[in-house]
């Protein structure tokens, strides 16, 4: 078949210039980081850099394969593998190689019968047939004068576009191009201010599922326009040329029958001035003192008022309200100051008073970059003419619904609780009254000298306790956990009766090296949609809280009976998976050991490699970390009976402790809940 031809051409002389990394070496041959870097210390003729730097060297694609293979350790290089290092060693750059590969993409997706001639001829004979087609292409999907004009099909690139076609046979067209882009994206990611999946769906939503026409004027990499379901024409503007050429080519890709895209400051210059549209989605940069203050002050798009220097997100919602048809809906990304900032009350106060202004939703935080900080969405309405504006304005707070700082397992709750709250604030103009949750304030309320649209500081505050039957449950619990953690206290310590006995020792690598466990370090990303293990459920004893980051590598799953140990922090700590917690992903920062049931008992392994001595022995200190080496953790060799012994003791003080942590948590909950009850007046201090 033409695609097989496709990947059989990719051959190792066509990556011989591409570079790895010693990360990429690692998922090459499936094993972590440290395991490459004992097999450049223990076999001499490890292939030597040839580039990078000393302390974060890279090595020839090319040697590093025959190496592997040599091992034994390698059968091929995966293809998505051989053409995501093709990108990397682009001479133009990875985004130049991946507006090539994604151009070739859409014309397998779109035109197959041409590419299945194009590939029948030579390169050079290919790069001169395919600028018609890919011109077609483009055009068919992202009108003339698209972005990706300026890049036309290079020689030199056939061979990389041939293995990006023979990824789409194996992935499709779609997943190819999204798996390529996503590897850039991890490579870079400080280059990027990404908006996250979750959030982007919630935007979408927030929008309406009647947008059929949608504009995001700051698109980054398009993650908001890929978001919107059933929409006939998307319009994306960015500022840097590279992601707008990555935008369009990743929604084309998606399915929507019309982008259009443009590479230019959307303020300074807007691309779709003439365009009105059913929605506005946008993440806006934050903070920008120099947006155009200055050459932009007589614009016909300050219908609010003129945007202060320091108010530049004023600005960015007025050119989306000036771009929606009547009735359109934009929702905005937005820091929280924004609600507050005295600079911003006037433009504030006219958006209240026209009706432009709905909803304010102050999200947890973490939600979007800067994690650190509780972001808010505003959600706007082009207001009728002669229309009147709505009395109330919607106030939404989710920081309680996620609390504990456990936001990805609580995200599901807090979308559909944003949803449910705008949906039917828009259907009737009002909300049931949620304490610290939602509210319809009026807006002649809002109106006063500060115009603080702050959610939290309009909603009356919950109360932690829920009241005293929700008191006196949380006691009765305390109680009984209490009782159980008595119960569980462990027996007075013995000491040997013949002294001190120190059996002989082992390692964690040498019973890996013997087949006796597995050792796999978790990544928090692969297919499909498991949960993931963090750092900090396993530290705090909770299930997964985390989400997978997908990639199309094939996830490890934990089942009971594996041990996670945290390698950051220096905190002696292992896990033992159960029921509870199996078939979760182990996230960044965890290492899995898999006993074999007939060498090791699991519950023995995870005590011995809690032992201070142990962690201290097997940890090295960065600038800022400290890391924990988990092959030099040390454990005595034992027979199986007797590693059970231990195995009984080490399982009763893990059910102490976990007991011990829910009475610290209910007592935490009654005393706080107690502390607002009194103060609020809904339990009394008899």
């Given at each position: 078949m033409p695609e097989e031809n496709a990947a059989a051409e990719v051959t190792a002389a066509e990556v011989a210039a591409a570079e790895v990394t010693a990360a990429e070496v690692a998922r090459l041959a499936g094993v972590g980081r440290a395991a490459v870097s004992n097999g450049r210390r223990r076999h001499a003729d490890f292939p030597k850099p040839v580039g990078g730097t000393e302390t974060s060297p890279s090595f020839s694609l090319d040697e590093v394969e025959?190496?592997?293979?040599?091992?034994?350790k390698l059968a091929e290089v995966p293809l998505r593998?051989?053409?995501?290092?093709?990108?990397?060693?682009?001479?133009?750059?990875?985004?130049?190689?991946?507006?090539?590969?994604?151009?070739?993409?859409?014309?397998?997706?779109?035109?197959?019968?041409?590419?299945?001639?194009?590939?029948a001829v030579s390169d050079a004979r290919m790069a001169t047939l395919l600028r018609p087609v890919l011109d077609q292409a483009l055009g068919a999907r992202l009108g003339p004068g698209h972005a990706l004009a300026e890049i036309p099909p290079d020689p030199a690139a056939m061979p990389l576009l041939r293995a990006a076609a023979a990824l789409a046979a194996e992935l499709g067209a779609r997943q190819a191009f999204e798996f390529l882009l996503g590897r850039h994206l991890d490579a870079n990611p400080r280059q990027y201010t990404l908006t996250p999946d979750g959030l982007a769906a919630l935007m979408a939503a927030l929008a309406g599922p009647a947008a059929r026409t949608v504009l995001d004027p700051a698109c980054g990499t398009g993650s908001l326009l890929r978001a919107v379901r059933g929409a006939t024409a998307l319009y994306a503007q960015d500022s840097a040329p590279e992601l707008a050429a990555l935008a369009a080519l990743r929604l084309a890709l998606n399915g929507t029958p019309q982008v259009r895209a443009a590479a230019a400051d959307s303020l300074r210059a807007d691309a779709f001035a003439q365009d009105t549209v059913d929605a506005v989605l946008c993440h806006p940069p934050f903070n920008e003192r120099a947006w155009g203050h200055e050459e932009l002050a007589y614009d016909p798009r300050w219908e609010y008022g003129f945007p202060a220097r320091t108010e530049s997100e004023l600005a960015w919602v007025q050119h989306a309200l000036a771009h929606l048809r009547e009735g359109g809906t934009a929702v905005l990304l937005m820091p929280p100051a924004v609600a507050a900032r005295r600079s911003g009350r006037r433009i504030r106060a006219d958006l209240l008073r026209r009706g432009a202004l709905r909803a304010v939703v102050a999200l947890p935080a973490g939600a979007a970059p800067p994690y650190g900080i509780p972001l808010h969405l505003w959600v706007l309405r082009r207001p009728a003419p002669h229309a009147a504006p709505p009395a109330g304005l919607l106030l939404i707070d989710t920081a309680a619904l996620a609390a504990d700082d456990r936001l990805r397992s609580a995200w599901p709750a807090v979308h559909e609780a944003v949803q449910d709250a705008w949906s039917a604030y828009d259907r009737t103009g009002s909300v049931a009254q949620a304490p610290g949750v939602s509210r319809v304030v009026p807006v002649i309320e809002l109106l006063d000298d500060d115009v603080d649209l702050t959610p939290a500081r309009h909603l009356p505050p919950p109360t932690a306790g829920g009241g005293p039957a929700e008191l006196t449950a949380v006691r009765e619990r305390l109680g009984e956990t209490l009782g159980r953690a008595a119960r569980l206290t462990p027996p007075a310590a013995a000491a040997p009766a013949g002294g001190t006995v120190r059996p002989p020792m082992t390692t964690v690598g040498e019973l890996a090296?013997?087949?006796?466990?597995?050792?796999?370090?978790?990544?928090?990303?692969?297919?499909?949609?498991?949960?993931?293990?963090?750092?900090?459920?396993?530290?705090?004893?909770?299930?997964?809280?985390?989400?997978?980051?997908?990639?199309?590598?094939?996830?490890?799953?934990?089942?009971?009976?594996?041990?996670?140990?945290?390698?950051?922090?220096?905190?002696?700590?292992?896990?033992?998976?159960?029921?509870?917690?199996?078939?979760?992903?182990?996230?960044?920062?965890?290492?899995l050991l898999r006993p074999d049931p007939a060498a090791l008992d699991p519950w023995f392994l995870a005590g011995f490699l809690r032992g201070t001595a142990n962690t201290r022995r097997a940890s090295s200190h960065a600038s800022t970390a400290t890391r924990l080496d988990v092959r030099r953790l040390r454990l005595p060799r034992l027979p199986l009976a007797q590693q059970q012994g231990y195995g009984l003791r080490f399982q009763a003080l893990a059910e102490f402790e976990d007991a011990l942590r829910l009475a610290g948590r209910l007592g935490e909950q009654l005393v706080q809940g107690f502390h607002d009850g009194l103060s609020d007046g809904t339990v009394t201090p008899e």
């Open positions: 025959h190496w592997l293979r040599a091992q034994g593998e051989r053409v995501w290092q093709q990108i990397a060693a682009h001479p133009g750059g990875a985004v130049v190689a991946l507006v090539q590969a994604g151009g070739a993409l859409l014309v397998v997706r779109d035109r197959p019968t041409d590419w299945l001639e194009l590939t090296r013997a087949g006796a466990l597995e050792l796999h370090t978790g990544t928090g990303g692969g297919t499909g949609s498991a949960p993931v293990l963090t750092e900090q459920d396993v530290s705090t004893g909770s299930g997964p809280t985390g989400t997978l980051a997908p990639t199309a590598d094939e996830p490890v799953l934990t089942a009971p009976g594996d041990v996670l140990v945290p390698l950051v922090g220096g905190a002696a700590i292992a896990r033992v998976v159960d029921e509870a917690t199996a078939g979760a992903v182990p996230g960044r920062g965890l290492a």
